[in-house]
């Protein structure tokens, strides 16, 4: 390991687990706001590099570090596994937000619990047949693989695509089965591709309202220049991944993000 990946190192393991405990808690989900936090997607970082990389950003701020797995399948493209995760683990405490884009989620569940992954996000779209989700009622099969992830103690996200109606979520939120949703603002599969605000971006306000504690995370296009719409939307976790390792100072892109999703959470009024 070269001296420069110790990173979280530099953190005592006291303040470290605290930070950790405030950003990512288990269980009943809070009534209160969460906080913002900035999950900035290694998608985008050098992947020889990543061990490095990871300690730079967070360095520079960032809360969580949100890694794409993607594989072949679900989507159009493939990046890495629990393997890589557990490499990452032995360099960094940085929280693990995993978002897998994988066909069938279950089968992961161990391997990435092992590997030290915090939350594990999967597609509501993988989980079960598309057509067979329904608004009133939580399909089993999706049940069955929150709970599994909650069992092998990580946090449990449940990723929407683009076209998928934010209603098809409630009723596994309204179970208290799910710490985190997450909105999609592309396309799954590719970094760098243009945010989709509107009424994709906007699947996040009903969410908000109806739980105002769930962590809302929007990924996708996330860029200084879009923020502001995520901000308003009600999103708190937000992923950005070329904004962040495209930028010269990732660090003031950081800060830009957080500033206007407080700015907007108090505006809100909470
Ligand atoms: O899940 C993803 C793509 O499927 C990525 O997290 C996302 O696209 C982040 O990259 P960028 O901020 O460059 O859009
Ligand atoms: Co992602």
Redesign the pocket.
């Known amino acids: 390991m070269s001296p420069s990946v110790a990173l979280a190192d530099a953190a005592p393991a006291a303040a470290a687990s605290k930070a950790l405990a405030q950003r990512g808690a288990s269980g009943a989900a809070p009534r209160d706001r969460p906080a913002t936090l900035i999950s900035p ?1 290694i ?2 970082a050098d992947f020889a590099l990543l061990a490095e990389e990871c300690d730079r950003i967070v360095k520079l701020g960032a809360d969580w570090l ?1 890694i ?1 797995v993607m594989d072949g399948h679900f ?1 159009p493209n493939l990046t890495l596994g629990a393997p890589v995760v557990a490499c990452l683990r032995k360099h960094s405490r940085a929280y693990f937000d995993c ?1 897998l ?1 994988v066909s069938e989620p279950a089968k992961w569940i161990d391997d990435f619990a092992k590997a030290g992954a915090n939350m594990f996000t999967f597609h509501l779209e993988a989980a079960a047949d598309p057509a067979a989700l329904s608004a009133a009622e939580a399909h089993p099969a999706v049940a069955d693989v929150a709970r599994a992830v909650r069992a092998a103690g990580m946090e449990v996200g449940i990723a929407l695509k683009p076209e998928t109606a934010v209603e098809l979520v409630m009723p596994y939120v309204e179970a208290g089965l799910v710490d985190m949703v997450l909105i ?1 603002t ?1 396309n ?6 243009k945010f989709m605000g509107g009424d994709v971006v906007g699947k996040c306000a009903p969410l908000r309202r109806a739980h105002p504690g769930l962590h809302i995370q929007v ?4 860029a200084p220049s879009t923020i502001d719409e995520v901000a308003a939307a009600g999103a708190n976790v937000i ?5 962040v390792f495209g930028a010269e100072r990732p660090g003031e892109v950081i800060a830009a993000l957080r500033a206007s999703v407080d700015g907007a959470a108090a505006a809100a009024g909470n």
């Open positions: 997607s998608l985008s949100h794409d989507v978002h884009m999609l592309v799954p599969g590719f970094g760098g591709q990924d996708g296009g996330v992923v950005a991944g070329s904004a």
